[in-house]
């Protein structure tokens, strides 16, 4: 399994920015994707973007495309998920995830980080 640790979460205003981080350690060598989830609360955790570590192929969620985006750091195992125009309804726990293949669905991914808490609010 893969080590995640996740930071840049925190309280913003309506229309702001955040730049959260995953950095990874341990089975990097089967992680091929690393994705981005939130839950919401009351809500069940979702998938919101995606990213290959050896393509940067990228995906993401309709309801962020156009103001997220996912990108990552081979040389120093690190994944991002800057976070624009933000809006209340983003408010929610961000996890990242490691996987070998690139899905939208959380049972396939087996390596998980700890969650930062993104709060948008006036």
């Known amino acids: 399994q893969v080590h995640l640790v996740e930071s840049g979460g925190g309280l913003v205003q309506p229309g702001g920015s955040l730049r959260l981080s995953c950095e990874a350690s341990?089975?990097?060598?089967?992680?091929?994707?690393m994705s981005w989830f939130r839950r919401a609360p009351g809500k069940e955790r979702e998938f919101v973007a995606s990213?290959?570590?050896?393509?940067?192929?990228?995906s993401y969620a309709r309801s962020v495309k156009g103001r997220f985006t996912v990108g990552r750091d081979n040389a120093k195992n690190t994944g991002y998920l800057e976070m624009n125009s933000l809006k209340h309804e983003d408010t929610a726990v961000y996890y990242c995830?490691?996987?070998?293949?690139?899905?939208?669905?959380?049972?396939?991914?087996?390596?998980w980080g700890q969650g930062t808490q993104v709060t948008v609010s006036s």
């Open positions: 995830a490691a996987g070998a293949v690139a899905t939208t669905t959380e049972q396939s991914y087996d390596s």
């Open positions: 341990g089975g990097t060598s089967s992680a091929n994707v």
């Open positions: 990213i290959s570590w050896s393509g940067g192929i990228r």
